[in-house]
């Protein structure tokens, strides 16, 4: 590429982030001051590797977990991808997934790589991540790590010995991957895709692993009108990557009755007459503009506005919308709904409306606080970027992109029985039935 490219490609960022992101009054930034800092970086990078990283850290200012860069195909294919899947279980990170040769190896905790502690390497992918503590999102953790490994050789140390691994030259398909039992007997509800089960004759277990299959609501239905002996229904979101939220309203609108709302949101709100109109007035000054006030030319409303509008700081606001008020559920008992740090985007929407709605009791960790439609645009480096355009915040102004959706009662799988692959917050979630 060459440094004219390498310029087109930040100010697009820069560009495109300045019209649509949510946050600027929220964050600790100056957006300019940060385009022209890395201006220089941009214009001095020596591989492409480290170009796509400084677009990934430039991008990771912004801290938001549907705002980042995604690194080209090429440049992953070149760098190569893990044999193993990681998991954070408690403050570890712990091996969920491997390809067959290390299938041994499930379940432990990674101490040390390449002779550094793990917690190093945390830290390495961190200005390039969005994080909460020491909480990187799973795919994020999987797209970054390998760019601070070595092609070949890359020592682990576990609490039950070491190994070493070679990064592979395609993603694998032939994962192994650690899963939680309980031990205890269900029936099986057959309904189409969905794993859905029946506990103790009465309780209903639903797993959903994204909002992206438009048959859930269906199979759901399925599952509560042929099954007419359910008095409680328990929701698993803990492996939810999200997708649509219009799929899990249609979710939700089994579970809650006439019309209802999850989240307040807010979008930028700028137009060329408005952005205009507001840089004239904007030209006057404090005793121009207090005179045109007194006059009544214009009102301190108005100004305000303006000073938004030329920042563009300013948004529409709004309340999403499910259900109708004639609307009846057709199942209104008792909910719990499982969450962890994994349960992402459109999830966190549908576990919004139970919350708003006071319709489930929430039991887990976290939830991993970040959601809004994001704009999604490829550059000419073969790289693309990702820009949250909504807002969000509970209905009752509670703020968890950043943090999360917290839990009403906290219980998280600790490393001992994610080891022994038992699940200790199903039974939890089961006992609260």
Known sequence: ????????????????????????????????????????????????????????????????????????????????????????????????????????????????????????????????????????????LHQVLPFFLQPHNNLVETPDGRFSFDLLPALPQNLVFKTLHLGKTYQSITTGKLEIRL??????????????????????????????????????????????????ARVAELFISGEFHGCQKRTRSMTGIGLSSASQILQWSPEAIEKHIAAGYSTREEIRKSQQLATNTHYDHYIDTYGSPDHIALFDGPCVILTTRHTVSAAEDFLAMFRTNHRATILGTETCGTTGTPLMQTLSCGGAMRICSVGYRLLDGTEFTGCGIQPDIFCETSVADFRLEYDHVLQEGLCLM
């Open 199 to 248: 506990y103790d004759d009465h309780i209903l277990y639903i797993r959903l692993d994204d909002f992206m299959y438009e048959k859930a609501a269906d199979e759901i239905r399925q599952a509560l009108t042929t099954t007419p002996a359910i008095t409680r229904v328990l929701i698993d979101l803990r492996e939810n990557v999200g997708g649509m939220t219009m799929y899990g």
């Open 1 to 140: 590429m060459t440094i004219a490219d390498r310029i087109a490609d930040l100010s697009m960022i820069w560009k495109q982030a300045s019209l649509v992101f949510p946050y600027f009054d929220q964050r600790a930034i100056d957006w300019d001051t940060a385009y022209k800092e890395y201006l220089p970086k941009v214009m001095n990078t020596m591989t492409e590797r480290e170009f796509h990283l400084l677009l990934a850290e430039f991008m990771n200012l912004l801290g938001d977990g549907h705002t980042d860069y995604q690194f080209p195909r090429s440049l992953r294919d070149e760098t190569g991808y893990l044999p193993f899947t990681l998991r954070l279980i408690q403050d570890s990170y712990c091996i969920d997934g491997t390809t067959p040769e290390y299938e041994a190896y499930l379940g432990q905790e990674i101490l040390s790589l390449n002779g550094l502690p793990f917690s190093d390497f945390v830290e390495k992918l961190k200005p390039y991540s969005y994080h909460v503590k020491n909480y990187i999102s799973r795919y994020r």
